[in-house]
T-cell receptor, first 109, second 111 residues
Framework: KQEVTQIPAALSVPEGENLVLNCSFTDSAIYNLQWFRQDPGKGLTSLLLIQSSQREQTSGRLNASLDKSSGRSTLYIAASQPGDSATYLCAAVDDKIIFGKGTRLHILP | GAGVSQSPSNKVTEKGKDVELRCDPISGHTALYWYRQSLGQGLEFLIYFQGNSAPDKSGLPSDRFSAERTGGSVSTLTIQRTQQEDSAVYLC?????????FGEGSRLTVL
């Protein structure tokens, strides 16, 4: 049974810092790994999708990596901004889609 | 529409009443998912539709919950005899090739 864990559960960093969010999964037989952000009271917005054959994806200040052999994905946010404050969730995609509980990120102005 | 649309955005109901939540997926997306997110909790899988295949209902928490998808498009999640523990945000997502796109959710409050 797939389990997805995100560490840390919460993170506060000063504006401008680079940061890394971690996602680990127990079953490496995944199809995709998808990262989302969720603002309070809102739905989930897709940030990056990494297919199982890929190692990383980049979009603007965001870079996501995938290491299936170790069951890990990381989301790197460069030059953080207060607008990046949100909850970030990862999802392991196979026949089922299993979400982690998320990392609540707060960027301090 | 361009994205996944859910209605109502907010629903307040009394314990014991039935509610229906609607999801209109992105046009052409063959897969549709329902999730539940309770306050401060992660996403709980409820049900998954893929094309004309039988839905995966393994996440439905009780027989008070049911869902249907008509014509491979719009889906309705029905909760009968609502209980206070059903209060949550119900999120719908659709996908074509296993990349999920979510709606804004329906917030259900059971008094």
């Amino acid at each position: 049974k797939q389990e997805v864990t995100q560490i840390p559960a919460a993170l506060s960093v000063p504006e401008g810092e680079n940061l890394v969010l971690n996602c680990s999964f127990t079953d490496s037989a995944i199809y995709n790994l998808q990262w989302f952000r969720q603002d309070p009271g809102k739905g989930l917005t897709s940030l990056l999708l990494i297919q199982s054959s890929q190692r990383e994806q980049t979009s603007g200040r965001l870079n996501a990596s995938l290491d299936k052999s170790s069951g890990r994905s990381t989301l790197y946010i460069a030059a953080s901004q207060p607008g990046d404050s949100a909850t970030y969730l990862c999802a392991a995609v196979d026949d089922k889609i299993i979400f982690g509980k998320g990392t609540r990120l707060h960027i301090l102005p | 529409g361009a994205g996944v649309s859910q209605s109502p955005s907010n629903k307040v109901t009394e314990k014991g009443k039935d509610v229906e939540l609607r999801c209109d997926p992105i046009s052409g997306h063959t897969a549709l998912y329902w999730y539940r997110q309770s306050l401060g909790q992660g996403l709980e899988f409820l049900i998954y539709f893929q094309g004309n295949s039988a839905p995966d209902k393994s996440g439905l928490p009780s027989d008070r919950f049911s869902a249907e998808r008509t014509g491979g498009s719009v889906s309705t999640l029905t909760i009968q005899r609502t209980q206070q523990e059903d209060s949550a945000v119900y999120l719908c997502a659709s996908s074509l090739v296993r990349e999920l796109f979510f709606g804004e959710g329906s917030r259900l409050t059971v008094l």
